[in-house]
């Protein structure tokens, strides 16, 4: 008996602790600046809650934090390429990405150690309002800036930030960006096991 609560606790513990967790976005970067196209996919779609907001016109950074931990304080810009990426808003239609930053902005929440993919809102943006960065791929025409900085495949926190004309430079407006991507191995053999000693728990009760 004492065994199977031993276990029970542990596999609870552990789902607890999976939660806990911030949420990170995976993405994969390809090719070489400067001398072939360079590319970003993301393989799930993220979902922004906005908690803040923008107005029309004003311009909207997707930020990935910490991408360039040694950022040569330069920024770097890709507005020539083809991209399925697109983003909505409450599920409407879909909008382009306008360009794609390496790092050296550092303004608000936005810092020196980030990129970002910014956008020209067509609309306001309000508290609850949930922005969509779809799943897709991001490829830059022929050369990338000879300096531009290429990021490491990995997993990122993501969130929205303000670059509005008004003052509101880099604050962030929204949560961080959540996936849903298949359950990895680890969480499903997690789970079933936490079920699993709950119901011998309860039936050995």
């Not at 983003?87 to 550092?106: A, H, K």
């Amino acid at each position: 008996m004492k065994y199977r609560i031993l276990i029970l606790t542990l596999a609870l513990a552990a789902a607890t602790s999976l939660q806990g967790a911030p949420p990170k976005v995976p993405m994969d970067f390809s090719g070489t600046p400067g001398s072939s196209p360079v590319s970003v996919s993301f393989s799930d779609d993220v979902d922004f809650t906005i908690t803040g907001s923008a107005s029309t016109g004003d311009f909207i950074l997707f930020t990935i934090e910490n991408l360039f931990p040694s950022n040569d304080g330069q920024q770097h810009v890709i507005t020539s390429f083809s991209s399925n990426l697109q983003y909505d808003i409450n599920g409407g239609s879909l909008q382009n990405i306008t360009g794609w930053c390496d790092d050296g902005y550092t303004s608000g929440n936005v810092t020196g150690d980030d990129g970002y993919f910014w956008v020209t809102l067509g609309q306001n943006l309000n508290p609850g309002d949930v922005v969509t960065l779809n799943a897709g791929t991001l490829t830059s025409f022929g050369n990338a800036p000879a300096n531009f900085n290429l990021g490491t495949s990995g997993n990122y926190e993501m969130f929205i930030a303000d670059a509005s004309s008004e003052g509101n430079q880099g604050l962030d407006i929204s949560s961080l960006g959540v996936t849903e991507p298949v359950p990895e191995p680890t969480t499903l053999a997690l789970a079933g096991l936490g079920g699993l000693s709950l119901l011998l728990f309860r039936r050995r009760k």
